[in-house]
């Protein structure tokens, strides 16, 4: 199975204090998502919850062509304000491991995710990473990376 490994960095000119409130929080991921992925957190009791080791999270998504999809991850890893780590248990990728480190910088925050992921299905997967995966996956990261200086400023 061929795994593809991506890696997005970003300076917040924030407190590690509020990168991690707002970060470690299930329900801002879809604050950070395009729209039109229609991205939906679908676990009840979500508004107060922060990441914790075990935490299962659902979700409905439309990665492509409007079709949803119903996703879930375990929050396998977290060390307080330092990172966590997000596990796919079933959804749309054959394997997902997205790590969110977190570093207090001069001036801010360094947020600096690293994923790694599968999609699967042999050549045919590796022809669909090709032409519309890998692409898709960048730029829902790009749109994040756009969302969170609207959100917290520019570094």
Do not use: C
């Given at each position: ?37 229609t991205f939906e957190v679908t676990t009840p009791g979500m508004e107060n919850t922060k990441m914790y080791a075990g935490l299962i ?61 599968s999609i699967g299905w042999g050549p045919i997967g590796k022809i669909a990473n090709a032409i519309t995966v890998n692409k898709k ?19």
């Amino acid at each position: 199975m061929k795994t593809y490994r991506l890696e997005f960095t970003q300076k917040l000119p924030i407190t590690l204090e509020k990168a991690w409130d707002f970060f470690s929080s299930p329900l801002n991921l879809s604050e950070i998502t395009p729209e039109g992925m229609t991205f939906e957190v679908t676990t009840p009791g979500m508004e107060n919850t922060k990441m914790y080791a075990g935490l299962i999270i659902t979700y409905k998504v439309s990665p492509l062509l409007g079709i949803k999809l119903d996703w879930m991850t375990e929050i396998t890893h977290v060390k307080d304000q330092e990172y966590f780590i997000d596990e796919q248990r079933f959804g749309p990728f054959a394997f997902w491991h997205h790590q969110h480190h977190f570093s207090k910088i001069d001036g801010g925050v360094l947020m600096h995710d690293i994923l790694h992921y599968s999609i699967g299905w042999g050549p045919i997967g590796k022809i669909a990473n090709a032409i519309t995966v890998n692409k898709k996956v960048k730029s829902i990261f790009n749109f994040r990376y756009k969302k969170v200086e609207e959100i917290f400023g520019r570094f």
